[in-house]
């Protein structure tokens, strides 16, 4: 076009303003007030039975929860600051006690509550299942929210990103599950995170990472 003038008033009549993003802290503020009423809601879908706190054990419960609500709500921070260029997200030393600390509250708790054996794999398999479900419209929100600034490491916001819908999907779960843990059901909450974080990956992965011209 010969006339520049005319192509640059074209130009700025098609421009729309630019909307600044929420600042990473209010970003994961609406994300948890979003994502947790519909992971309840998904949770529905799912047979479950509501904790008992009467229960014994039901401290280590409740210490097991605020560890995955802190470590997820982290995670999803750390997500959406690798998400914009300049920003300084934590490093792994963060998470590694609080994930370390979740292990031996774990562990202590099938040490010393032993449950009695359930008949199959039901139990363990519903908290698979469980996790997996919630997950579904956590993961979609938070894949919703990256693609609005995109990502120059889609990769590591992603996987961040799973890892913090997988500790919001364990602390639905606190709260359907019953206090004691067995072998079965730490195993099955491992394979419920590591497909959460995988999936969230997958499906994320072309959304939003920035496009190649």
């Known amino acids: 076009m010969a006339d520049h003038d005319l192509f640059i008033e074209q130009l700025t009549r ?24 519909c992971g309840a809601l998904a949770s529905l879908l799912v047979h479950r039975t509501f904790t008992d706190w009467s229960q ?10 605020f560890l995955t609500f802190l470590t997820g709500t982290l995670a999803i921070r750390n997500a959406f600051l690798l998400s914009i260029a300049g920003q300084k997200s934590l490093s ?55 693609r609005r600034t995109r990502t120059l490491f889609p990769a590591r916001s992603l996987a961040a990103a799973g890892a913090g819908v997988a500790c919001m999907a364990l602390t639905l779960l606190a ?35 920035l496009p190649r011209h």
């Open 56 to 65: 014994a054990g039901a401290a280590w419960v409740i210490l097991q929860l």
């Open 175 to 209: 709260l359907c599950h019953p206090t004691h843990i067995s072998a079965l059901d730490f195993l099955m909450h491992i394979s419920a995170t590591a497909t959460i974080v995988l999936g969230t990956m997958a499906l994320g992965y072309k959304w939003v990472s």
């Open 92 to 146: 792994w030393k963060w998470f590694a006690p609080l994930v370390s600390l979740w292990l031996v509250i774990t562990f202590t708790n099938m040490q010393l509550h032993h449950r009695p054996p359930v008949q199959g794999s039901e139990a363990g398999t519903n908290c698979y299942f469980f996790m997996v479900v919630v997950s579904v419209p956590m993961m979609a929100i938070v894949i919703a929210y990256l």
């Open 14 to 37: 098609t421009l729309e303003p630019v909307k600044r993003p929420w600042q990473p802290g209010w970003r994961v503020v609406m994300w948890l007030v979003m994502a947790l009423p």
